[in-house]
């Protein structure tokens, strides 16, 4: 018998599955070494990138502190130099330049006293920490005398409780105010507003024994003010020191009624902004004490009149300085 031919259309059938495994054997190839060449190269670049971000990271570490240290110190001078125009705006108002100082001391008059006269420097508008700081630096009993607490310096209270002693700066009408500070006592105010506000001086400031006013020219000349005020102050058990902003006060004629000495200011440290001229006005106040044995000078935490006593202080050998409590 003849033998079979096998039939060509299997054979054409078997050759295009093989065609079909090794296209598709080289797809899978493709495929596969697509993969091992992005994973390599994606490697890389994840390597590029965490290396850059790490530099990134190092160079803002190194660069951002000091442009931050630069803006705080930008912050700080414009804050130091805000408190110096707000200072300068709080200064004492005086109706009469005479009042800075004293009349001339008549040396012939003066009165031989068995110990060391004594000097208290009271410094007024203390609100501040860096104030507190600057003054206690001088290691001098000198009596700070705090502003009562307002919006844009509300911790003058608190930084006073840290002190064995403090005075209360009040703000009282003045004939013409350079910077009105909050809640300023008027002549007008009732017996009650201003008893009001002594109390709530006295919740503030629970330890406080001495006020002086804060300008007051107008306040401390009137004389029904000044017995409302002297009333208030009496029921807390708080005495007043005249800060003496007006030839016209009528201090001393309510606290002779009250049956009460009047105390007072005697010289203005820097009525004037100058070391020089301070300096001058502490030799003037060491010889007013001397010749009356005791006496009363203001200042503020002005960095001249700081300096001026901290250059002074051989001077203070002379006097007894003390605590405003201590004088009289």
């Known amino acids: 018998m003849p033998k079979r031919k096998r039939s060509t259309k299997k054979i054409d059938k078997s050759s295009q599955y093989l065609a079909y495994i090794a296209w598709?054997?080289?797809?899978?190839?493709?495929?596969?070494?697509?993969l091992t060449v992005g994973y390599y190269f994606g490697?890389?670049?994840?390597?590029?990138?965490?290396?850059?971000?790490?530099?990134?990271?190092?160079?803002?570490?190194?660069?951002?502190?000091?442009?931050?240290?630069?803006?705080?110190?930008?912050?700080?001078?414009?804050?130091?130099?805000?408190?110096?125009?707000?200072?300068?705006s709080a200064a004492h108002e005086i109706d009469d330049e005479k009042l800075v100082s004293p009349p001339k001391v008549d040396i012939k008059k003066r009165i031989v006293y068995k110990s060391k006269p004594k000097l208290a420097i009271i410094i007024d508008d203390v609100q501040t920490a860096r104030q507190v700081k600057e003054i206690k630096s001088l290691h001098l009993p000198l009596t700070m005398s705090f502003l009562p607490?307002?919006?844009?310096?509300?911790?003058?209270?608190?930084?006073?409780?840290?002190?064995?002693?403090?005075?209360?700066?009040?703000?009282?009408?003045?004939?013409?105010?350079?910077?009105e500070e909050p809640d300023t006592l008027r002549i007008h105010d009732s017996q009650q507003k201003i008893s009001q506000k002594i109390a709530k001086i006295k919740e503030e400031f629970p330890?406080?024994?001495?006020?002086?006013?804060?300008?007051?020219?107008?306040?401390?000349?009137?004389?029904?003010?000044?017995?409302?005020?002297?009333?208030?102050?009496?029921?807390n058990k708080i005495h007043f020191i005249d800060s003496r902003t007006t030839a016209k006060t009528k201090a001393p004629k309510v606290l002779e009624n009250f049956g009460l000495k009047y105390v007072a200011r005697d010289v203005f440290l820097d009525h004037h902004m100058d070391k020089a001229y301070v300096k001058k006005q502490i030799k003037?106040?060491?010889?007013?004490?001397?010749?009356?044995?005791?006496?009363i000078a203001i200042g503020?935490?002005?960095?001249?009149?700081?300096?001026?006593?901290?250059?002074?202080?051989?001077l203070f050998k002379d006097v007894d300085l003390v605590q405003v409590y201590r004088v009289y």
């Open 43 to 88: 490697i890389q670049d994840a390597k590029e990138g965490l290396h850059h971000k790490q530099t990134n990271e190092i160079l803002r570490k190194k660069t951002v502190p000091k442009k931050r240290e630069a803006s705080v110190k930008k912050r700080l001078k414009e804050v130091l130099k805000k408190e110096h125009e707000e200072y300068i």
């Open 24 to 34: 598709s054997l080289a797809i899978v190839a493709l495929m596969l070494i697509s």
């Open 284 to 295: 003037l106040a060491i010889k007013v004490a001397k010749a009356h044995g005791h006496a």
């Open 207 to 235: 330890r406080v024994h001495y006020i002086n006013n804060h300008t007051g020219s107008k306040f401390t000349a009137n004389e029904v003010a000044m017995n409302r005020l002297i009333f208030a102050l009496n029921a």
């Open 149 to 179: 607490p307002r919006p844009a310096r509300p911790n003058s209270a608190k930084l006073a409780s840290h002190e064995k002693f403090y005075m209360v700066h009040l703000p009282m009408e003045a004939m013409h105010f350079n910077a």
């Open 300 to 314: 503020h935490p002005h960095k001249d009149t700081l300096e001026a006593i901290k250059e002074s202080k051989y």
